[in-house]
C-alpha cells in the first residue's frame, strides 16, 4: 500500500509546485491531503488529474498520516512541526525554523543523502534555503575532487522567492512604469521593476542579511564546515529561477576542463557551456527544470587553484518543492519509514 501525505501550505507557490511534482514523479501516495489556514478551507486545488478540496491545517489530525510537507513559513512550523512528529507523522519543512538545529538533517539528497538517519532524533527534516541548494548540488562533486577552501558567491534572486505577493508586485510595478502610472512598493524596499536590490531578508549586526548568512551557514552544515563562505544576495527583477556567480577556491589544482567533466557526470547538474552567443543558461530557460545548470566554467587568473562558475535553478523546484519531494523518495527508498496503512 502507498503513503498517505500531507502538504500544509498547499495553496501557496511551492505547495502547488509540491502537488504538480508528487504527481509528475509518480510518488507512491495513496492519499493526498490539501492543508492550509482556516481562511482557505475550501479552496480548490489540482493534484493531477484530480482537484483537491483544501482542508484547515487547525482541525485535521494527522494520526495516520505518513509524511508532511510543509511549506507555511516559520512561524507556522515552529507552532506545527513538532506537534505533527509528534503524532508520527514525518516533517520535511521548507522553511528556516529547523535548518541550524543540530538534531534536525538539513538534506539536499545529491549532497548528504546519508544524514537523513537522523531524522528520528525530531521527526524533522528541514529543507535548505532555495540559494543554497543550488549551491551545494554544484559544489559537492567539486569539492570532492578538489576540496573547496573558499566561495565568494553573488545571487541574482527572482521575486518568487517572496512568494506570490513578490511575482505580483513586480508584474503590477512593471505594468505602471509603462503607462507612466506611480509604482508601489509593498513586498520590497525598493521599486524592483528595471531595478535590483541588494537585500532579501533582515540586516544583521556585522551588516549581512539573514538571507546571505543562510547561504553560509546551511553550506557549512551539509558540505563541510571548513569551507569559508561569503555572500551577497540580490533581489532581481526576474519572475522565475535563481543565478549564481560562484567563484571557487582549491586545495588541489583542477582546470576549467576537469570541472566540466566532472559537473556532467554530477547527479542534479546540467552543463550547458560553449564559449559563443547564447551559449549559457539563463533563468527563463530553467523555468520548470529540475536540473542545476552550470555555465560559464573557466579558471579564475587571480588564484592558483580557482574556478568561476554560473549557476541557475527553478528556485520553486530544485529550491524548494523538488528538493523537498526528493528527500520523501529517500526516505521511502532507503526504507527508512514504512505506510502506516500496511503496518
Not at 136 to 155: G, M, N, Y
Request: include cysteine; glycine fraction near 6%.
Amino acid at each position: 500500500m502507498g503513503y498517505k501525505v500531507a502538504i500544509v501550505g498547499a495553496t501557496g507557490n511551492v505547495g502547488r509546485e509540491m502537488l504538480n511534482i508528487l504527481e509528475e514523479r509518480g510518488f507512491p501516495a495513496d492519499e493526498v491531503v490539501a492543508l492550509a489556514s482556516r481562511r482557505s478551507q475550501g479552496t480548490e486545488v489540482s493534484f493531477g488529474d484530480k482537484t483537491l478540496k483544501v482542508k484547515s491545517l487547525d482541525t485535521y489530525d494527522f494520526a495516520g498520516t505518513d509524511i508532511c510537507l510543509m511549506s507555511a513559513g516559520g512561524a507556522v512550523a515552529k507552532e506545527w512541526a513538532p506537534k505533527i512528529a509528534a503524532k508520527g507523522c514525518v516533517v520535511i519543512d521548507n522553511s528556516s525554523a529547523f535548518r541550524y538545529d543540530q538534531d534536525v538533517p538539513l538534506i539536499v539528497p545529491e549532497v548528504n543523502a546519508d544524514a537523513i538517519t537522523g531524522f528520528t532524533k525530531r521527526n524533522i527534516i528541514a529543507n535548505p534555503n532555495c540559494s543554497t541548494a543550488q549551491l551545494v548540488v554544484a559544489l559537492k562533486p567539486l569539492h570532492d575532487h578538489a576540496k573547496i577552501l573558499r566561495v565568494v558567491v553573488s545571487t541574482y534572486q527572482s521575486v518568487s522567492g517572496a512568494g506570490k505577493d513578490g511575482m505580483d508586485e513586480l508584474f503590477q510595478q512593471s505594468r505602471a512604469v509603462f503607462v507612466a502610472d506611480p509604482t508601489v512598493n509593498k513586498k520590497f524596499t525598493k521599486r524592483i521593476a528595471f531595478n535590483v536590490i541588494p537585500h532579501i531578508d533582515v540586516f544583521m549586526e556585522d551588516g549581512s542579511t539573514k538571507e546571505e548568512w543562510k547561504v553560509m551557514a546551511e553550506t557549512k552544515k551539509m558540505l563541510d564546515p571548513k569551507i569559508k563562505v561569503t555572500c551577497t544576495a540580490v533581489r532581481v527583477p526576474v519572475f522565475i529561477g535563481h543565478s549564481e556567480a560562484v567563484n571557487i577556491e582549491f586545495e588541489r589544482p583542477i582546470s576549467a576542463e576537469e570541472a566540466k567533466a566532472i559537473l556532467r557526470e554530477a547527479p542534479g547538474c546540467l552543463v550547458i557551456d560553449k564559449h559563443e552567443d547564447g551559449g549559457y543558461i539563463t533563468p527563463i530557460e530553467t523555468a520548470g527544470e529540475d536540473a542545476t545548470y552550470i555555465s560559464r566554467i573557466r579558471e579564475d587568473q587571480t588564484l592558483e587553484n580557482g574556478l568561476n562558475i554560473w549557476v541557475v535553478a527553478d528556485n520553486l523546484r530544485k529550491g524548494a518543492a523538488l528538493n523537498a519531494i526528493q528527500i520523501a523518495e529517500l526516505l521511502v527508498n532507503r526504507k527508512l519509514i514504512g505506510a502506516k496503512k500496511a503496518a
